[in-house]
């Protein structure tokens, strides 16, 4: 079993910066594959970035590309994504994952954190 917890979110305006973390507890964690996902208002939930079990491999979104950055802290077993150059369609619930195989039924969820953007 895993749990994850997500905090930083907050309201920003257009071309400011937030760092979400996600705390990570359970069995074999490092060795998850984790990932950011999100979830606006009326639309559907939405691949934001992911990142291997040791940091090599990382995956975004083209819409994400040049402004986020994921990584992740085994030691603490912290995954982070620094969010620069936001824009108000970055608006979401932020929402951190973790997986062994892929996104499916598998995978762990968090409770999700809210990112605002404001004109």
């Known amino acids: 079993q895993v749990q994850l917890v997500e905090s930083g979110g907050g309201l920003v305006q257009a071309g400011g910066s937030l760092r979400l973390s996600c705390a990570a507890s359970g069995r074999a964690v490092n060795l998850f594959t984790l990932g950011w996902f999100r979830q606006a208002p009326g639309k559907e939930r939405e691949f934001v970035a992911s990142?291997?079990?040791?940091?090599?491999?990382?995956s975004y979104a083209d819409s994400v590309k040049g402004r986020f950055t994921i990584s992740r802290d085994n030691a603490k077993k912290t995954m982070f994504l620094q969010m620069n150059s936001l824009k108000p369609e970055d608006t979401a619930v932020y929402y951190c994952?973790?997986?062994?195989?892929?996104?499916?039924?598998?995978?762990?969820w968090g409770q999700g954190t809210q990112v605002t953007v404001s004109s």
């Open positions: 990142i291997s079990w040791n940091g090599g491999t990382t």
């Open positions: 994952a973790a997986n062994l195989v892929d996104w499916g039924t598998d995978a762990y």
